[in-house]
């Protein structure tokens, strides 16, 4: 039997394991559990796809989503490896195909869903035949604790009684601490050996915007993003269809996805948006949990997310190749008011409590100071020795100023007013503005009405949300966020202390527009027109197999057949992501493209 580091060379077409991959295989291999903690993009799959080929028996991978499995069997399948689903898309013949396979020995790897490996006849099935290893993808669902708790999922915990010998392998991307230790109970794997990765993921560059005219916004981080793949992703099914509809209006290529379409309409979306007919999908947080999608390039937040194991989850969809993306959130304090009503409707007590934390360190990320990805991965428990340079904040630091007399202008408004109204009419009073709701109260006869025509409506709205966060005013949000005093705000009022806060950022620093962005930007003029030949090649023979285009090479890896032009098959081997199969299926057709462009 060839050696773990053959099949990652011949079989994966890679070079060389990851941080903690060899030591997670080796632990499986041995017949011991492990519990695995490590960031989308990291290379969770591998550390069990490659045991199941080595130890013998079958290999079975429960998945909470049926996308999951059809992208990573079909991207198994590509590469010679005996990998099947087993799920409710299958109709009759093919269930009665993968069974006969099942029982036949003719599979390495098996994708299950977990109910139906809940099933006692599915169960008793797989008893009677020689098992390698059961991995648990998505382990944070078995917990209640985690951000995204299946009942169905817990019902795994069984599991253990059943194949008491067998190593069980559990995986996840996010988990707290305490979820973490739900896990290993829930499945009854308190012996596994625990694998801990960093979460960080450098080459996604984190950005966050206060938001001010948000389609703008994103009209214009779009600008930058010229024919790359990306998410937006929005709370609310309405917010989705509006801004999938703004960007295809504006010649964006773009399409909505949410739970309320018809699952023929989600499937044809998920679809075009893998073979890349489709760039841009605007959807809820329904989408994305299951796409396998390696090249990416950027993640927008158009809304608050509710917490930050989420936010990261969401963003990790970005650069799961490894190569430069980008994360954009934009930041309204409305988004925090109705996040925080939403909260209080609930009749839990503990869950609000629980849910009010996260909402609250959310919040603190989008507001920090300092280096993002210092706040996002202390959150998740670990810490960084220096700031990471690929942030906003690092990359252009916020200018701070002395804002005690502005601010002293808005606290005077809020009283003035009665702290009987909201942000914006307490702004369009210090704007001078002439709206009718002003003229109804009378309020053009404040002495603070159009007291601050020094800053703009956008500058303004920054300072108000500024002293909501730092305790000088608050919202009441059973009493329509109308803005009051803090006891706090009566010390600055006074003069008793200064302020300083940082100037409003709502549109990212302009940079000279680049040909192209992402990865592809420092490629030279002759490899980008290779780069782009070789993709349309990927394209065609992706449609005529029916896969997905990174099914047959991801972007990774025609950057480098772009860079290094390989002229036989021994140069095309050496190219990261080319293994003997793909090698006997793809090769000439690659090179001859090669020779092509260099005649």
């Known amino acids: 039997m060839s050696s773990i580091h053959d099949s990652l060379r011949r079989v994966f077409g890679l070079h060389e394991f990851r941080p903690m991959q060899q030591d997670i295989i080796e632990q499986l291999m041995a017949g011991g559990d492990a519990f695995v903690l490590m960031p989308t993009g990291g290379g969770k799959s591998l550390c069990y796809q490659l045991p199941a080929l080595h130890r013998p028996g079958l290999g079975i991978v429960v998945s909470p989503l049926i996308s999951l499995m059809k992208d990573q069997v079909d991207a198994l399948v590509a590469i010679g490896v005996r990998a099947a689903m087993y799920n409710s898309t299958l109709d009759a013949a093919e269930k009665n195909s993968v069974e006969e396979r099942l029982h ?45 708790f299946r009942p169905e999922y817990a019902a795994l915990g069984e599991l253990r009684q059943h194949f008491k010998d067998l190593p069980f392998i559990a995986l996840t991307a996010t988990a707290d601490p305490q979820t973490r230790e739900d896990i290993v109970q829930v499945l009854g794997i308190q012996q596994a050996q625990r694998f801990a990765t960093s979460f960080d993921r450098p080459n996604i560059c984190y950005t ?25 992703y929005a709370l609310s099914r309405k917010r ?30 998920q679809e ?3 073979r890349d007919d489709v760039l841009i ?22 809304d608050l997310p509710r917490h930050m194991e989420g936010y990261y989850q969401e963003t990790g969809r970005a650069g799961r190749d490894g190569l430069p993306s980008d994360a954009l959130l934009l930041y309204g304090g409305q988004d925090v008011a109705t996040a925080r009503y939403q909260l209080e409707q609930g009749v839990n007590e503990a869950q609000r409590r629980i849910d009010s934390h996260k909402l609250n360190s959310m919040v603190g990320f989008a507001e920090s100071l300092t280096c993002r990805r210092r706040v996002l991965l202390g959150y998740l428990g670990e810490q960084m020795q220096e700031d990471c340079g690929n942030c906003d904040i690092c990359l252009d630091p916020p200018e701070r100023y ?8 808005v606290l005077s408004c809020v009283y003035r007013v009665g702290q009987r109204f909201g942000i914006k009419h307490v702004v369009d009073v210090l704007r001078g503005a002439d709206t009718e709701r002003i003229r109804k109260f009378g309020h053009e006869d404040l002495t603070t009405y159009g007291i601050g025509l020094e800053y703009s409506h956008a500058e303004w709205l920054s300072i108000v949300r500024q002293l909501i966060h730092r305790g000088f005013l608050v919202q009441d949000i059973a009493d ?45 003029e002759d490899d980008l027109r290779l780069f782009e030949t070789l993709r349309e090649l990927r394209k065609h023979l992706a449609q ?56």
């Not at 989705?240 to 499937?267: D, F």
């Not at 140069?571 to 090698?583: N, R, S």
Request: with cysteine.
């Open 104 to 148: 036949n020995g003719e599979l390495d790897l098996l994708y299950v869903a977990p109910e139906r490996m809940m099933r006692p006849g599915f169960i008793h099935r797989l008893e009677q035949i020689p098992l390698a290893l059961i991995a648990i993808d998505e382990a944070h669902c078995v917990s209640q604790w985690g951000h995204d």
């Open 208 to 232: 966050v915007l206060e938001k001010h005219r948000a389609q703008s916004q994103l009209l214009r981080f779009l600008g930058k993003q010229e024919g790359n793949s990306g998410i937006v």
């Open 240 to 269: 989705v269809e509006e801004v999938a509809g703004y960007l295809y209006e504006r010649g964006h290529s773009a399409a909505a996805y949410h739970a309320g379409l018809s699952a023929e309409t989600r499937k044809d979306v």
């Open 272 to 274: 075009r948006f893998l």
């Open 281 to 302: 999908v605007v959807a809820t947080v329904a989408f994305g949990m299951g796409i396998d999608k390696p090249n990416v390039r950027f993640v927008v937040h158009y």
């Open 402 to 409: 002395d804002a005690t007399e502005a601010a002293r202008k």
């Open 480 to 524: 329509f966020s109308v803005l009051k005093l803090t006891p706090e705000a009566l010390r600055l009022l006074r003069g008793e202390e200064c302020l300083e806060l940082a100037k409003p950022r709502v549109q990212q620093k302009t940079v000279k527009k680049k040909k192209k962005s992402g990865p592809v930007a420092e490629l030279s």
């Open 544 to 599: 005529q197999q029916s896969v997905p285009p990174y099914v047959i090479f991801g972007d990774a890896t025609l950057l480098e057949m772009s860079r290094q032009r390989p002229s036989d098959e021994a140069g095309f081997l050496d190219i990261t992501g080319v293994g003997q199969v793909k090698l006997e299926r793809h090769g000439a057709v690659f090179l001859e493209a090669i020779a092509c462009d260099e005649s």
